[in-house]
């Protein structure tokens, strides 16, 4: 099963940006999207970007729209979380996750990492 492993948390102020980054173990058939969730204390777990490794589409939730941006590398079996204009209600829990496809509920993917926190605070 793959495995995935999220990095490049911490805390950063209002309007400030933070880049997150996501290791596959491996890149298989079932598993052809790459997702990020984020999920805030007492919240459900929110569905923030997802992309294709091959083609490279992208998918965005509402929170994400003109402000982050997922971007891949195949040769490396990383994905990353551009973030910009960070505001507080952005901070949360970021987790990273490997599935079939771009969907937005998380009980359709497979691995999971442990997730990365973000705080946004001044």
């Known amino acids: 099963q793959v495995q995935v492993e999220e990095s490049g948390g911490g805390l950063v102020q209002p309007g400030g940006s933070l880049r997150l980054s996501c290791v596959a173990s491996?890149?298989?058939?079932?598993?052809?999207?790459m997702a990020w969730f984020r999920q805030s204390p007492g919240k459900e777990r929110e569905f923030v970007a997802a992309i294709r490794w091959i083609g490279g589409r992208t998918n965005y939730g509402d929170p994400a729209k003109g402000r982050f941006t997922i971007s891949r590398d195949n040769a490396k079996n990383t994905v990353w979380l551009q973030m910009s204009s960070l505001k507080p209600e952005d901070t949360g829990v970021y987790y990273c996750a490997s599935g079939s496809y771009m969907r937005i509920n998380p009980d359709d993917y497979r691995a999971w990492g442990q997730g990365t926190q973000v705080t946004v605070s001044s």
């Open positions: 491996e890149r298989t058939y079932d598993d052809a999207a």
